[in-house]
């Protein structure tokens, strides 16, 4: 039995140690998942901005050379600001081929532009820039749909050295994970202007892209847990059956193999010559054996009571009764062999009409093995109390005694089958551990319950709770 614990012990802690494991890798699983999302986000993103410097590059270098190769004036500094310039960016936007064909001079015309550089101001090319700025909302927008980057973000433009933007989107705040870029990086002169662009929500973008493998992967592990813990369960509830029934067979064969002795002794002695011939202790020796045959057939029809119950096949008859007379009764049944113990029984009780719908048999059964209990669980002479009480719409039937008690752990399992605290091989107290299950059950089916309160070395009190008739 110890070997089959230990076993078991061992089983579930590997169980719940693998389960751990199970959920640890995953998370860590999660983990590397999100970085690497986060790293390829990163890349999509990167790359998009990448797309943006370089278009606006473009359109920076086609708008310059488009006026240096138009202008009909040698004065350079007026070149990127004639009062033709956006009349130019349009014919340029409109005109595919003639975009083309400068572009395919680009590297010619990077000359003639650095030259212009070297000879421009650096303000004019910094005012030259800016008129640009509104162009990147677009741009940005552009880049991220065929990078399918569907997110919304705000972004700015920075200057080396200068707190505020010198442009931005509308509601633009600074944010430590942000994006950043700078714009004309293939500038003659250095640029100084970063591109910052932000996701509203950072964090969210990749976690609702990982959000089918998250769900996926909480719902497997729920599934897993409650496998386990259901299986956990089992092998619990398996060795506690392991144990009632160990404890079972021990209980009956003490039960039975007590009375069988006592028939067999009675029979023998029957059987004697000197007995045989005298009619007074035939009689005497019948009756053993008639309580004996009384007793081991009373706990047969427990057990099957319980069988019946369990299958909940009980058919009961629920009538109006006075129970005032049925408890007195019953104790009177109790009078004599608490008298044998020098013991004491009193009956309290605050209205003798009390009605309650009951099944008069099974009423009379409950009471008795409260009593029962109450006598077999007192050391000494047995002072057992019935006190019936009425409050609101229930009748409380309570049956105290000072007996040994009940431990606060054991209350917990007082009610269920086959259950009896452990008081090592001492079988001094009879039973199966039947009397009280099957009161719970009783009571319950009457619509009511039971309850207890006990202290180990006071005493304990049953309380029957019954709705009362209306």
């Not at 039947?434 to 319950?444: F, H, T, V």
Request: with cysteine; net charge neutral.
């Amino acid at each position: 039995m110890n070997s089959n614990r230990f076993n078991i012990k061992i089983l579930i802690f590997l169980m719940l140690f693998s389960l751990c494991g199970i959920i640890s890798m995953q998370v860590i699983w999660l983990i590397e998942i999100y970085k690497i999302k986060k790293e390829k986000f990163d890349e999509k993103v990167n790359k998009a901005l990448s797309q943006v410097v370089k278009e606006i590059e473009n359109f920076e270098t086609l708008t310059v050379a488009h006026n240096i190769l138009l202008s009909d004036t040698n004065d350079t500094q007026d070149t990127l600001l004639t009062s033709r310039q956006h009349q130019m960016v349009n014919d340029i936007a409109n005109d595919p081929f003639y975009l083309e064909r400068i572009l395919k001079r680009k590297k010619e015309l990077n000359h003639i532009i650095s030259q212009l550089y070297w000879e421009l101001e650096s303000e004019k090319i910094s005012d030259f820039r800016k008129t640009l700025y509104p162009l990147l909302d677009s741009l940005i927008k552009n880049a991220f749909y065929k990078n399918n980057i569907d997110y919304p973000f705000k972004y700015a433009v920075i200057s080396a050295g200068v707190e505020k933007p010198e442009f931005s989107s509308y509601g633009f705040i600074t944010n430590e994970d942000s994006y950043r870029t700078v714009l004309f990086p293939n500038s003659v002169i250095p640029a100084s202007e970063t591109l910052v662009v932000y996701f509203e929500k950072q964090k969210g973008t990749v976690f609702k892209s990982m959000l089918f493998i998250i769900i996926g992967t909480l719902i497997f592990i729920i599934i897993l847990t409650i496998v386990i813990l259901i299986s956990i369960k089992a092998l619990i509830q398996q060795k506690k059956l392991s144990e009632i029934k160990s404890d079972f067979i021990n209980n009956m064969t003490h039960e039975f193999k007590t009375p069988i002795a006592t028939i067999s002794l009675a029979t023998d002695a029957i059987e004697n010559n000197k007995i045989i011939s005298d009619i007074n202790q035939i009689k005497y020796y019948t009756a053993i054996i008639k309580e004996e045959n009384k007793r081991m057939n009373m706990q047969v029809e427990n057990i099957l009571q319980m069988s019946i119950l369990d299958k909940k096949e009980l058919k009961l008859t629920l009538t109006p009764c006075y129970i005032f007379p049925l408890i007195k009764k019953i104790a009177d049944g109790f009078s004599l062999h608490i008298f044998e113990r020098n013991g004491s029984l009193i009956i309290t009780q605050d209205d003798e009409n009390i009605q309650v719908k009951i099944d008069e048999t099974h009423f009379c059964n409950l009471i008795s093995n409260l009593i029962d209990n109450a006598i077999k669980y007192s050391q000494g002479p047995p002072e057992i109390t019935i006190n019936t009480t009425v409050e609101k719409d229930e009748v409380f039937i309570s049956v105290s005694d000072k007996g040994i008690g009940i431990s606060r752990d054991a209350q917990k399992y007082i009610f269920e089958k086959f259950f009896r605290e452990h008081t090592g091989y001492i079988h001094n107290v009879k039973g199966f551990g039947l009397g009280l299950a099957y009161s719970k059950a009783i009571a319950e089916s009457f619509n009511g319950r039971i309850e207890v309160k006990s202290k180990p070395g006071v005493g304990s009190i049953f309380t029957v709770i019954l709705p009362l008739c209306k």
